[in-house]
């Protein structure tokens, strides 16, 4: 059974930086494109970033330029670097692994990571 956990949330100030991994286990990680996402309190869960088996990225626009999604395959982890942190980038972050495999599709949410920046 696969299990992806985040992992580097925290307190920062405005203007600061944090780095957020992403550890899977019981999955063959570099079949999987990871995906970031965010949930503030009142607010719809928002994708941020993603990256592909080839490693391809994409960013959402509230955090591009800020944020860096990465991926380490060798040790089944991703990353999302965020800099520049705002007040309004307080939220759960959250890391998700899927991989199509028609007729199936594998899932994995990890359980979240708190960030909270001061301003």
């Known amino acids: 059974q696969g299990h992806v956990q985040e992992s580097g949330g925290g307190l920062v100030q405005a203007g600061g930086s944090l780095r957020l991994s992403c550890a899977a286990s019981g999955i063959i990680f570099s079949r999987y494109t990871v995906g970031w996402h965010r949930q503030a309190p009142g607010e719809q869960r928002e994708l941020l970033a993603l990256?592909?088996?080839?490693?391809?990225?994409n960013y959402a626009d509230s955090v591009k330029g800020r944020f860096t999604i990465s991926r380490d395959n060798a040790k089944n982890t991703a990353y999302l670097q965020m800099n520049s942190l705002k007040p309004e980038d307080t939220a759960v972050y959250y890391c998700?692994?899927?991989?199509?495999?028609?007729?199936?599709?594998?899932?994995?949410w990890g359980q979240g990571t708190q960030v909270t920046v001061s301003s």
């Open positions: 998700a692994a899927n991989w199509v495999d028609p007729p199936r599709t594998y899932d994995y």
């Open positions: 990256i592909t088996t080839d490693h391809s990225t």
